[in-house]
């Protein structure tokens, strides 16, 4: 299993950290031919637009839709997640169109309202996921063959899974727990 | 910077002064992304313009001198 991870800007390094502590081999991606012999992808955290230009520049934005086309699995987290989805407000890049979700940038207002909760996660059973929202996003609307994982105690989904494409809105790479990546690579493998 | 390990960059107004600025601040973002592939930070570094130019200290006026400011 070979994950690359999108390191054009953003907390991609995190990323790699856990995939690399649970064995995995991670490289990073920043042009077309960095994705040769990759099996899964994350999007990392950053700043969605940024992201999305330099998609463009890259000329990564055709080969990725191509290859989430054939299948491959991947990973949006925070930005990630918001770059994954059909519609995003005031996001001045087109996004990747892959998971069909609108979604809320920047939904909770700014850094000194950024939080933890814990949520409840049954696909990953057991105790719950500590939840980072960093100037997060959420997810408003929801198409019918997406599945959401979780929700914030007052039902607003912020984890979202359609076949191998899962989304975030928080940052599981930014704390101990690695079930999140553990079950992303699960998808991968199947 | 990035070489030798930082996160990121800060770019500071000073670009402004620069003779092209939305050039140099996108080589700029992209040579962030890019530090360690020396052909593409040669291809953005091409025909930037001049930066911003240094001011000499001597050249100052006493009242334009931080260290007079606010004394």
Redesign the interface.
């Known amino acids: 299993m070979r994950v690359g991870v999108l390191?054009?800007?953003g907390d991609f390094?995190e990323h790699i950290q856990v995939l690399r502590r649970l064995g995995v081999e991670a490289v990073e991606v920043?042009?077309p031919s960095d994705l040769e012999g990759v099996n899964a992808l994350i999007i990392p955290g950053g700043e969605s637009t940024?992201i999305g230009r330099?998609l463009t520049?890259?000329g990564l934005r055709p080969e990725i839709t191509g290859r989430a086309l054939e299948g491959m699995a991947i990973w949006g987290t925070c930005a990630g997640m918001i770059l994954l989805g059909k519609e995003a407000d005031r996001l001045l890049e087109a996004p990747l169109g892959l998971i069909d979700i609108k979604v809320e940038r920047n939904a909770f207002g700014r850094q000194v309202d950024s939080f933890e909760v814990d949520l409840e996660v049954p696909k990953l059973g057991g105790r719950p996921v500590r939840a980072v929202f960093i100037r997060a996003p959420v997810v408003r609307e929801v198409g019918p063959g997406v599945e959401v994982l979780a929700r914030l105690p007052d039902g607003t989904p912020v984890a979202v899974q359609q076949g191998k494409l899962l989304g975030t809105a928080f940052h599981p790479e930014l704390t101990d727990d690695t079930r999140f990546h553990e079950y992303f690579l699960s998808l991968a493998e199947n | 910077m990035m070489q030798l390990g930082a996160d990121g960059v800060f770019v500071g107004s000073g670009i402004f002064k620069s003779e092209n600025p939305a050039k140099r601040a996108r080589a700029i973002v992209l040579a962030v992304t890019y530090y360690n592939d020396p052909k593409i930070l040669a291809e953005i570094s091409k025909d930037l313009g001049e930066p911003m130019r240094g001011i000499d200290v001597r050249q100052l006026a006493p009242q334009e001198l931080l260290a007079t400011r606010g004394v």
Do not use: M
Request: charged share 20%; aromatic share 0%; net charge positive.
């Open positions: 390191a054009l800007q390094a920043r042009k940024t330099l520049l890259s």
